[in-house]
């Protein structure tokens, strides 16, 4: 984590990735003023897009109790809904960021007994988020250079809260009130990068994850176990050090995603905040790792950005099936120079069957229209599923650039419900300026899906409220989905568009 060559190259844009110099940010407290929210259909003239309207930063952190609720809540949410974003912590000069290195902050509403009892955000505790809040930060001082405030997920895990973030820093631990409790190196067993996005085997009760770092030659595959300890961990190597943003796990397979997104020294060198950039000549394509034991075998595929996985699993008949998002080569990391990524087109959901036997990977898409952060029943995780659940917000394709927006603006903002076994989608559709962050499900009651149907359950998302400028939580029942919410709980703030969430069920 700390040899002499990451060092050396992160001295540019990277160490910026750990927390944006305080030159450049304001070092006495928040400094952004959050932009008028921009009209949804008017053409995109807006200079800094991840800055501004449905992306703009949140100035302070806010706590509310007693929430006001149009509907019902129903009395099985028991939990915490909780989701990260990067929020910049003051800006003096908006060329000095990028959406992806924001300061992670995590927005959560606690649900008991019918009642949404609080809404609290809270900036994730880096040494340099503390210093630049006038605040002692706990626990040793890491070196700059693996210094983030973990901006990309939040998951539930063996009692833990933990904030992610991929590509070298450790995830922070949180409490139950969202505050920062420190550094997880999960006892000490974790050595070297996490990941974004990690992958929970009910049936086991393992947690996997696959990580990366620039100055590795190689990407691991990590296995905690039912005491939160890492127990496992293979070395699958790989050229260029690409970006592995997610993975598919089955109940035979981890699926890896070798992307032709590698970083790169030069640009760090020169003050990239973002050293990844969209590289031609690394072939893009799958492998399957099996999970008890044996190297990866890899299957090349046609270049494009893989985004995030559905789900996958085993059909029976020694093929792997991969449900997922991507976006068409190329897709620009660094983005051109608006604080963000850039595409060539929109997300859309896609399906590979990989039989590894013949050394064929047959891609088809499952649904055109743009889309992004598909969610399941996670008891399916790694096991057939029959429905998927993703966003499809105008503001978010509006800022990846016009090769995406025109698409985007035209689908407008909704929740989609996706039947794959029927091949039928409903969408719960939203006004404009209603842009819907990610969907997650949650079951109908605790306790496993034993003799329940997959879908019975319910969808919580953070949706922006046009009319209050504000955003609510809102409650579909995953079997209407189309019909009308089952709850919103109306928070005091608009929540930004962001990365990823969980539900939290209680102890």
Not at 15 to 23: K, P, Q, R, S, W
Not at 84 to 94: A, Y
Not at 192 to 221: C, M, N, Q
Not at 465 to 472: F, G, I, K, M, S
Request: hydrophobic content about 40%; glycine content about 10%; charged content about 20%.
């Amino acid at each position: 984590m700390n040899s002499p060559t990451r060092r050396t190259v992160l001295r540019g844009g990277a160490l910026a990735a750990g927390g944006i110099a305080a030159g450049v940010l304001g070092a006495t407290g928040p400094a952004f003023a959050a932009a008028p929210q921009a009209d949804p259909d008017a053409a995109d003239s807006r200079r800094f897009p991840f800055l501004e309207g449905a992306f703009a930063p949140q100035r302070e952190e806010v706590t509310a109790f007693d929430l006001p609720v149009t509907g019902r809540l129903p009395r099985a949410l028991d939990g915490r809904y909780l989701r990260n974003g990067p929020n910049v912590l003051g800006l003096e000069d908006p060329r000095a960021h990028h959406w992806m290195i924001g300061a992670g902050m995590v927005h959560g509403v606690r649900l008991r007994d019918g009642r949404a009892e609080w809404y609290r955000s809270r900036w994730v505790r880096s040494a340099d988020v503390a210093a630049r809040l006038g605040e002692p930060y706990r626990g040793p001082q890491p070196p700059p250079v693996d210094d983030f405030a973990a901006n990309t997920h939040v998951i539930g895990y063996r009692g833990r809260i933990l904030a992610c973030q991929e590509g070298g820093p450790l995830p922070y631990a949180l409490d139950g009130d969202l505050n920062t409790v420190g550094l997880c190196d999960f006892d000490r067993t974790l050595d070297g990068s996490f990941a974004a996005h990690t992958k929970f085997d009910p049936h086991t009760g393992e947690l996997h994850a696959v990580t990366y770092a620039i100055d590795w030659d190689h990407v691991r595959h990590i296995v905690l176990d039912r005491a939160g300890h890492v127990a496992r961990t293979t070395r699958v190597p790989v050229a260029d050090s690409p970006m592995m943003h997610d993975f598919g796990l089955t109940e035979k397979y981890v699926v890896l995603f070798d992307n032709p997104i590698t970083f790169d020294a030069e640009a760090a060198a020169a003050g990239a905040l973002v050293p990844y950039v969209w590289n031609p000549r690394h072939p893009a394509r799958v492998g399957l790792l099996p999970r008890a034991g044996g190297p990866a075998a890899w299957f090349d595929i046609p270049p494009f950005y893989f985004s995030h996985t559905l789900n996958a699993y085993d059909d029976g008949a020694g093929r792997v099936v991969v449900d997922f998002t991507r976006m068409p080569a190329p897709f620009e990391p660094a983005g051109r120079g608006l604080g963000g990524p850039a595409a060539a087109g929109p997300p859309s959901l896609h399906r590979w069957t990989i039989d590894p036997v013949r050394g064929v990977v047959r891609t088809e898409r499952v649904d055109d229209r743009p889309q992004e952060f598909p969610r399941i029943n996670e008891a399916y995780l790694g096991r057939r599923h029959r429905y998927g659940y993703t966003a499809a917000s105008v503001e978010l394709y509006r800022a990846y650039g016009p090769a995406v927006s025109e698409s985007g603006i035209r689908a407008g903002n909704g929740l989609v419900k996706h039947d794959l076994v029927r091949g039928t989608t409903a969408v719960h559709r939203l006004p404009r300026g209603a842009d819907a962050s990610e969907p997650v499900f949650v079951p109908a009651e605790r306790g496993g899906s034993a003799g329940r149907a997959e879908d019975d359950g319910y969808i919580l998302a953070y949706v922006n409220n046009p009319e209050r400028y504000a955003t609510d939580l809102v409650v579909l029942s995953a079997q209407d989905f189309t019909g009308k919410p089952v709850a919103r709980v109306h928070l005091p703030v608009r929540v930004p568009l962001g990365f990823h969430g969980s539900w939290v069920p209680t102890d």
